[in-house]
Protein backbone atom coordinates (compact mmCIF):
# COMPACT_ATOMS: atom_id res chain seq x y z
CA UNK A 1 0.00 0.00 0.00
CA UNK A 2 2.71 2.62 0.63
CA UNK A 3 4.10 2.35 -2.89
CA UNK A 4 1.10 2.99 -4.20
CA UNK A 5 0.80 6.22 -1.90
CA UNK A 6 4.41 6.66 -2.88
CA UNK A 7 3.79 5.84 -6.67
CA UNK A 8 1.06 8.66 -7.02
CA UNK A 9 2.80 11.33 -4.63
CA UNK A 10 5.60 10.67 -7.24
CA UNK A 11 3.67 11.40 -10.39
CA UNK A 12 1.58 14.34 -8.67
CA UNK A 13 5.02 16.12 -8.06
CA UNK A 14 5.67 15.30 -11.61
CA UNK A 15 2.79 16.48 -12.96
CA UNK A 16 3.23 19.98 -11.31
CA UNK A 17 7.34 19.97 -12.17
CA UNK A 18 5.82 19.60 -15.70
CA UNK A 19 3.93 22.79 -15.08
CA UNK A 20 1.32 21.77 -17.62
CA UNK A 21 -1.58 23.10 -16.26
CA UNK A 22 -2.83 20.00 -14.68
CA UNK A 23 -2.58 21.59 -11.16
CA UNK A 24 -2.78 24.71 -11.55
CA UNK A 25 -6.00 25.21 -14.12
CA UNK A 26 -3.79 27.04 -16.79
CA UNK A 27 -6.14 27.22 -19.71
CA UNK A 28 -8.99 26.71 -17.94
CA UNK A 29 -11.80 28.17 -20.23
CA UNK A 30 -15.30 27.09 -19.19
CA UNK A 31 -18.75 27.81 -21.15
CA UNK A 32 -20.94 30.22 -19.36
CA UNK A 33 -24.44 30.10 -18.88
CA UNK A 34 -24.68 33.39 -21.28
CA UNK A 35 -22.31 33.79 -23.53
CA UNK A 36 -19.93 37.57 -22.37
CA UNK A 37 -17.52 38.50 -24.94
CA UNK A 38 -14.82 40.14 -22.91
CA UNK A 39 -13.42 41.25 -26.20
CA UNK A 40 -15.79 42.92 -27.30
CA UNK A 41 -16.74 44.46 -23.54
CA UNK A 42 -12.99 45.62 -22.71
CA UNK A 43 -12.04 45.31 -26.23
CA UNK A 44 -13.31 46.84 -29.05
CA UNK A 45 -15.63 49.10 -26.48
CA UNK A 46 -13.05 49.72 -24.24
CA UNK A 47 -14.95 49.43 -21.02
CA UNK A 48 -12.93 49.82 -17.69
CA UNK A 49 -12.55 46.64 -16.19
CA UNK A 50 -14.43 48.54 -12.56
CA UNK A 51 -16.90 49.17 -14.49
CA UNK A 52 -18.37 46.04 -13.95
CA UNK A 53 -16.23 44.41 -11.56
CA UNK A 54 -16.62 47.27 -9.59
CA UNK A 55 -15.76 45.35 -6.27
CA UNK A 56 -11.93 45.15 -7.26
CA UNK A 57 -10.90 48.42 -5.96
CA UNK A 58 -12.50 48.28 -2.60
CA UNK A 59 -12.42 44.44 -1.69
CA UNK A 60 -10.28 41.60 -1.57
CA UNK A 61 -12.83 39.99 -4.45
CA UNK A 62 -13.17 42.06 -7.71
CA UNK A 63 -16.75 39.87 -8.09
CA UNK A 64 -19.11 39.32 -10.89
CA UNK A 65 -21.21 42.27 -11.69
CA UNK A 66 -25.25 42.00 -10.89
CA UNK A 67 -26.99 41.40 -13.79
CA UNK A 68 -28.45 44.96 -13.09
CA UNK A 69 -25.16 46.34 -14.27
CA UNK A 70 -25.49 44.44 -17.90
CA UNK A 71 -29.37 45.43 -18.09
CA UNK A 72 -27.61 49.34 -17.62
CA UNK A 73 -27.28 49.13 -21.32
CA UNK A 74 -28.94 45.89 -22.43
CA UNK A 75 -32.19 47.35 -21.91
CA UNK A 76 -31.29 49.70 -25.37
CA UNK A 77 -28.66 47.56 -26.85
CA UNK A 78 -29.04 44.68 -28.37
CA UNK A 79 -32.19 43.66 -26.57
CA UNK A 80 -33.21 41.09 -29.15
CA UNK A 81 -30.37 39.22 -28.63
CA UNK A 82 -31.09 35.50 -27.44
CA UNK A 83 -28.45 36.03 -25.28
CA UNK A 84 -29.12 39.24 -23.85
CA UNK A 85 -32.73 37.49 -23.68
CA UNK A 86 -31.43 35.41 -21.26
CA UNK A 87 -30.32 37.92 -19.31
CA UNK A 88 -33.42 39.87 -19.55
CA UNK A 89 -35.86 36.74 -18.24
CA UNK A 90 -33.37 35.93 -15.25
CA UNK A 91 -33.61 39.48 -14.67
CA UNK A 92 -37.65 39.46 -14.68
CA UNK A 93 -37.65 36.31 -12.63
CA UNK A 94 -34.90 37.81 -10.10
CA UNK A 95 -32.83 34.02 -11.05
CA UNK A 96 -28.75 35.24 -10.67
CA UNK A 97 -27.01 34.02 -13.68
CA UNK A 98 -24.71 31.14 -12.41
CA UNK A 99 -21.27 32.02 -13.67
CA UNK A 100 -19.14 29.29 -13.21
CA UNK A 101 -15.56 30.91 -11.77
CA UNK A 102 -12.85 30.96 -14.22
CA UNK A 103 -9.98 32.08 -11.63
CA UNK A 104 -9.78 30.28 -8.12
CA UNK A 105 -7.02 30.79 -5.48
CA UNK A 106 -6.44 28.08 -2.84
CA UNK A 107 -8.13 28.74 -0.43
CA UNK A 108 -4.90 28.91 2.30
CA UNK A 109 -3.78 31.82 0.16
CA UNK A 110 -4.92 35.16 0.87
CA UNK A 111 -5.11 37.96 -1.53
CA UNK A 112 -6.62 41.18 -2.09
CA UNK A 113 -7.91 42.76 -5.78
CA UNK A 114 -8.02 45.75 -3.26
CA UNK A 115 -4.14 46.27 -2.84
CA UNK A 116 -3.48 45.32 -6.64
CA UNK A 117 -5.52 47.93 -7.86
CA UNK A 118 -4.11 50.73 -5.62
CA UNK A 119 -0.79 49.44 -6.44
CA UNK A 120 -1.94 50.06 -10.07
CA UNK A 121 -1.33 46.99 -11.48
CA UNK A 122 -2.99 45.74 -14.36
CA UNK A 123 -5.84 43.40 -14.48
CA UNK A 124 -4.02 42.00 -17.77
CA UNK A 125 -0.92 41.19 -15.09
CA UNK A 126 -2.95 38.33 -13.70
CA UNK A 127 -5.50 37.67 -16.31
CA UNK A 128 -3.92 37.75 -19.30
CA UNK A 129 -5.50 39.93 -22.48
CA UNK A 130 -8.63 39.49 -21.16
CA UNK A 131 -9.47 42.20 -24.02
CA UNK A 132 -9.28 39.86 -26.90
CA UNK A 133 -10.86 36.44 -25.19
CA UNK A 134 -14.37 36.17 -26.27
CA UNK A 135 -14.33 33.61 -23.80
CA UNK A 136 -12.43 33.95 -20.71
CA UNK A 137 -9.46 31.75 -19.16
CA UNK A 138 -7.10 31.54 -17.17
CA UNK A 139 -4.43 32.31 -18.58
CA UNK A 140 -1.52 32.44 -15.62
CA UNK A 141 -0.91 29.57 -13.45
CA UNK A 142 -2.04 31.40 -10.24
CA UNK A 143 0.76 29.72 -8.14
CA UNK A 144 2.23 30.97 -5.14
CA UNK A 145 5.50 31.04 -7.56
CA UNK A 146 3.90 33.65 -10.08
CA UNK A 147 2.71 35.90 -7.48
CA UNK A 148 6.54 36.07 -5.94
CA UNK A 149 8.21 36.25 -9.17
CA UNK A 150 5.86 39.45 -10.04
CA UNK A 151 6.50 40.81 -6.44
CA UNK A 152 10.40 40.24 -6.57
CA UNK A 153 10.55 41.80 -9.81
CA UNK A 154 8.12 45.02 -8.50
CA UNK A 155 10.86 45.36 -6.06
CA UNK A 156 14.22 44.81 -8.04
CA UNK A 157 12.57 47.50 -10.78
CA UNK A 158 11.02 50.58 -9.21
CA UNK A 159 9.09 52.53 -11.00
CA UNK A 160 9.91 56.75 -10.91
CA UNK A 161 6.48 58.18 -8.89
CA UNK A 162 5.85 54.47 -6.90
CA UNK A 163 6.96 53.63 -3.73
CA UNK A 164 5.86 49.98 -4.17
CA UNK A 165 6.64 47.48 -1.32
CA UNK A 166 5.04 43.74 -2.47
CA UNK A 167 5.68 41.56 0.37
CA UNK A 168 7.89 38.57 -0.17
CA UNK A 169 7.67 36.92 3.55
CA UNK A 170 5.27 33.77 3.40
CA UNK A 171 2.54 35.57 6.09
CA UNK A 172 1.45 38.08 3.94
CA UNK A 173 -0.37 35.60 1.77
CA UNK A 174 -0.66 32.69 3.82
CA UNK A 175 -2.79 33.84 7.07
Request: hydrophobic letters at 35%; proline letters at 7%; glycine letters at 6%.
Amino acid sequence: MNRVVSLGALCLLACAACDNGFLTQQGYEPAQPIAFSHALHAGELKMNCQYCHFGASQSRHAGVPPASVCMGCHTQVKPGSPEIQKLTKAVAAGVPIEWVRVHRLPDFAWFSHQNHVAAEVACQTCHGPVETMARVQQHETMTMGFCLDCHRKTLAEPQPGKKLAPPTDCSACHR
